[in-house]
């Protein structure tokens, strides 16, 4: 009975607030759409520092780094993105439209796209004869 009271009962007014990580993420994205990189890198930054490696802060990360010029940083992040096993377009996205006569950009950009791929690969350990 007990149960069923708890279940029935509205959530608490604190359950239905934001949460402030995703309101800071959200936040980051924002001021990367208006161009405010400043403001952007600062709050990728902040998100990555509280859920280390998170995707979206990466990929945010490497889109700032090339619209400033660092290629070093944006394939640093692209790299570390494609490390994840993830799969994105480098081509469809224009922040790395510039970086595209990099050699080191290749690489990287083919191993986003072969993360989409289906990887199935299988080793025979055993084989049991048939009982029939």
């Known amino acids: 009975m007990i149960l069923l009271n708890l279940l029935a009962a509205a959530p608490p007014s ?21 161009a405010n990189l400043t403001a952007a890198k600062a709050g990728f930054e902040a998100a990555d520092s509280v859920a280390y490696g998170l995707p979206s802060a990466i990929w945010g990360l490497a889109q700032i780094a090339a619209r400033q010029g660092d290629a070093e940083g944006a394939l640093r992040h692209l790299e570390s993105y494609s490390a994840m096993g993830l799969a994105r377009s480098v081509e ?7 970086l595209k006569g990099d050699p080191r950009l ?7 796209l072969a993360n989409a791929e289906p990887r199935a690969s299988a080793t025979i350990v055993v084989r049991l004869n048939d009982a029939g």
């Not at 359950?15 to 993420?25: K, M, V």
């Not at 469809?92 to 510039?98: E, L, P, V, Y």
């Not at 290749?106 to 986003?112: E, N, T």
């Open 106 to 112: 290749a690489p990287i950009a083919s191993r986003l």
């Open 14 to 34: 604190s359950a239905a607030a934001s949460n402030p990580f995703f309101e800071q993420l959200r936040a980051a994205r924002a001021e990367l759409a208006r």
């Open 92 to 98: 469809r996205d224009t922040s790395f439209t510039w």
